[in-house]
C-alpha cells in the first residue's frame, strides 16, 4: 500500500521534487507563499534553475488573467492538458492556480449537467471536482500541479492525493499560533532582514499586530531600517508599530476615559498614523462610548443595581468598572451631550465636514474634560 501524502499539521511538511499534486489551503498568505518557495528550490535542485517553467493560472478571473479564458470547466481541462504536454523549451513544468477554491466549490460536488437535447434528455459533465481526482489518480511525470485556496472542502480529492504517497502532500497553512509566530519572527528577521530581534520585542510585535505572518514580515523590514545592524528592541517597537488587532482599537475609549487629553490625543495619534485606522472607524468607537456611558448614568440616577446595568449594556473587564466610574462623575444631562457630540462628530466625518483629524482631536478634548 502506498505511503499517505504529507498533511501538515503544526509540524509542517517538506516539500520536494517528487511532488506531483500539492495543495496549498489556508488564511495565512504568505505562509502559502513560504510553501511554494520551498517547492521552488526543491526543483530548482533537481531540474536546474532553467529547467522548468512556470505557468500560473487564477481560477477567481479565468478571462482575463489565465491563459486562455472560457468557462470554469474549460479551465479545469485547460489546467489539466497543460500539466500532460510537454513543454518548448523546458521539460518539466510547475503549474499553479491561485483562487482554486472558486473551481472546486465543496467536498465531492455532484456531476454538473449541460443543457438539455432535443432526444437524448440530460448529459451529464463530469464536475471540476472528479476531473482534478481523475487527474490525481494518474498525475503526469513531467508536472508539479499546485492548487492554492484559502478555503478546502476534504472529499475523495483528498484520498487521491493521499494515495500518491510520497508525490502528493496538502498543506494546512494557516496564522500560526502566538508562540509560533514569535519564532517565526526571530528567525525571519535574522535570515531575511540581516538583523537581530529580542525576543521581548518579538513578543510584544506579535501582540501588537497579530499572527498574520505577512504582517509580520512587513513590520520587521521597517523595523530593521530604523538603526541598521543593531538588533531591534522592545523600546523600537513600542515606538515604531502600533496596536492593529481587533480588540486593540477600543484601547482608544480607555484613554478617553483617564481624563487625560495629552494621553488621549498621543493615542489617537498612534492609532491614525501608526496604526493607519480610518477617522470614520474611530468616530464609532468614540460613539460608542458615549452610548455606554449615557446609559450608565441614567441607570446610576435611577437608582438602578450597577450589575444590572452592566449587563444591560454589554459592560465587562476593565472598561466596566471605567465607564461606571465616569458615569458617576457625570449627570445624565452632560453625558447626552457628549452622545449628542460624537453623533454629530460622526456626521461631519461622513458627509466630508472640515478636516477628520482635527474633528476628532476636538472631540476627544472634550471627551476627557467631560468624563474627567
Known sequence: MARSAAKSGSGGVKLTAKMRFVVLHGDDRMRQDLALEELRKALAAEHGEDGFDTIRYDAAAPASLSPGGGASGGLVAEILDECRTFGLIARYKLVIVENADVLLRGADDEDEPADKGPSRGIVKHKSNRALMEAYAAEPSDGATLVLRASTWWPGKLDKAIEALGAAGAIVKCDSPTPADAVKFARDRCQKVHGVA?????AALLVENVGTDMGRIDT?????????????????VVERFVGFSREEEFWKIQESLLSGSSEEALRHLRDMIEVSRHAPVALAWSYTDLARKVYGASLGLAAGENPGAIASRLRLWGTSKDLILQAARRVTPDRAAGLLRAAVENDVRLKTSQGDPVVNLEALTIRFTRTLA
Request: net charge negative; charged share 35%; no cysteine.
Open 197 to 201: 530581534i529580542e525576543p521581548d520585542a
Open 219 to 235: 513590520e520587521l523590514a521597517k523595523l530593521a531600517m530604523v538603526d541598521p545592524g543593531k538588533p531591534i528592541t522592545r523600546e
